[in-house]
């Protein structure tokens, strides 16, 4: 039974959906949503210097250890999202996105010292580790502090802005990897500090985004939250010049200094199984699907269409266009339209183009830029379907393991799909063989067709909704019981 009933009714999280788009809602845009920015530089980056990383005047790397690196860069994502994931549960979504940051720092400019396979797998662990932390605390803030009404859009936008990194990756490793302009050994080195000078500026940036008020409220600390909330409400009023009117709903929540793993094993496995099932299978296949594509896209265009490294980076261009137009497009649908219409469309269309390109690949039937083209085609579609992986683990489980089921499902998804991937598709072409090569996208449409059913099947509308309607948060009470 709760004493002192009205201290623990707010309306925090509807005042948060309430509010309109304004200078606020930007910058929390721009500094966290760029994160994704800088991994797909890192991404791009690595996968377009697969090809020099090949040069005995480099490190004389074969494919399948191109591919064991890009694999270690994950297996720390992996690693460094369930440990992160959990700390930004306890300790808070501000102090972790200043901390993964660090960590993310630290490891891309070490990668720009490699001196060996053994010392370059190490160092992008310790980068894939800053950006796995990164997931959980950036998608937890942006969808706890965006209005509902544009959660969907705004989440897959951002999670597609992952592909302007890629574009400015491509662009820049044309001029690092010209030989004219660098030696073999020099021009990727200078590709990976650049990611930690883009790093410094983040840091900077994000001293203006809050604490998540939702997250203060569970956590007791609720004068603190009332300030966060009333300094958000004033700037957003003073900017908009619009009255904000207080909501009718409120939320009872009775705080709790910690959640115990019996009751996030619970969520997980009993109350939200089906949900469990849905963000598994979709963080699996995404990974599995961009992991085998993205991570070898120099290998295919060196080995297999004779394309020169150092211009590689510009194959990557429209492939890269493709992926961020596809969430800026098709984004407002999911609000629109509906998550599970357009979750289950996007994983279906995805692969049957992924099962005619493999076959037209197979069979020699298209050139280097036909098959650019194609890829670019397929992933328009394809990183909408994996933003709305992130969206959906971060949306349908409660505010209390929000982190942690973000990291659960996005390292297993990851160590599933992902970690597999880059390995299995270096070794397949290794061998040089297109028809070996094509039975790895065989098993990536199979995937994505199996996504969609389970979308189809389990998935839920959660569009429009405030996230503690979506999921009660574990502390909070129903309005009813006795004081």
């Known amino acids: 039974m709760i004493r002192n009933y009205s201290k623990y009714l707010t309306s925090i999280p509807f005042r948060l959906d309430r509010l309109p788009w304004s200078r606020f809602h930007w910058i929390l845009v721009i500094s966290l949503g760029v994160t994704w920015i800088l991994d797909g530089l890192e991404v791009t980056l690595k996968g377009a210097i697969s090809g020099v990383l090949q040069d005995p005047r480099t490190l004389g790397l074969t494919p399948a250890q191109i591919g064991l690196i890009s694999s270690w860069y994950l297996i720390g994502a992996v690693v460094g999202s369930l440990a992160f994931g959990y700390l930004t549960d306890r300790w808070g979504r501000k102090k972790l996105f200043y901390i993964t940051l660090i960590i993310y720092l630290l490891g891309v400019t070490l990668s720009a010292f490699s001196w060996s396979e053994m010392s370059f797998c190490a160092f992008r662990f310790i980068t894939g580790a800053g950006i796995g932390g990164e997931y959980s605390a950036i998608n937890s803030t942006i969808d706890e502090l965006v209005p509902a009404r544009v959660r969907g859009r705004i989440d897959i936008m951002i999670n597609g802005s992952y592909w302007l990194g890629t574009a400015v990756g491509a662009l820049s490793t044309v001029f690092i990897l010209d030989p004219a302009r660098f030696a073999p050994d020099l021009g990727w080195r200078f590709g990976f500090a650049t990611g930690g000078v883009i790093g410094l500026i983040i840091l900077f940036l994000r001293r203006f985004v809050p604490e998540s008020p939702r997250w203060l409220i569970v956590h007791g600390r609720r004068e603190e939250a009332e300030r966060v909330m009333a300094q958000i409400e004033s700037d957003v009023a003073r900017e908009t010049g619009q009255s904000l009117d207080e909501p009718e709903k409120q939320i009872l929540i009775q705080p709790r200094k910690t959640i115990s793993l019996v009751e996030i094993v619970r969520s997980f496995f009993t109350k ?22 993205f991570f070898t896209y120099a290998m295919v265009l060196t080995n297999y269409y004779q394309v020169p490294v150092q211009r590689t980076g510009l194959y990557l261009l429209p ?90 499902f996005f390292a297993i998804g990851t160590g599933i799909g992902g970690v597999v991937a880059p390995w299995l598709f270096g070794t397949l072409i290794g061998t040089g063989s297109r028809e070996l090569v094509f ?20 998935g839920i509308d959660t569009e429009g909704r405030s996230l503690e309607e979506i999921a009660r948060p574990i502390s909070s009470r129903p309005l009813a019981e006795p004081r």
């Open 272 to 293: 939200y199984r089906a949900r469990s099932l849905v963000s598994l299978v979709l963080m699996t296949s995404q990974a599995f699907l961009y992991n085998a594509i």
């Open 319 to 408: 492939f890269a266009f493709g992926n961020f137009l596809g969430p800026f497009i098709l984004g407002p649908f999911f609000d629109r339209i509906g998550r599970r219409v357009m979750i289950s469309l996007t994983y279906a269309i995805s692969a049957v183009l992924l099962l005619i390109t493999g076959h037209l690949f197979a069979h020699s039937m298209i050139t280097a830029e036909e098959q650019t083209l194609l890829w670019s085609i397929i992933f328009f579609f394809g990183s909408a379907a994996a933003s709305s992986a992130y969206l959906t683990v971060s949306e349908t489980f409660p505010l209390e393991v929000r982190g942690i089921a973000i990291a659960l």
């Open 439 to 458: 039975i790895g996208y065989l098993i990536a449409t199979v995937l994505l067709l199996a996504t969609a059913a389970v979308e189809w099947r389990y």
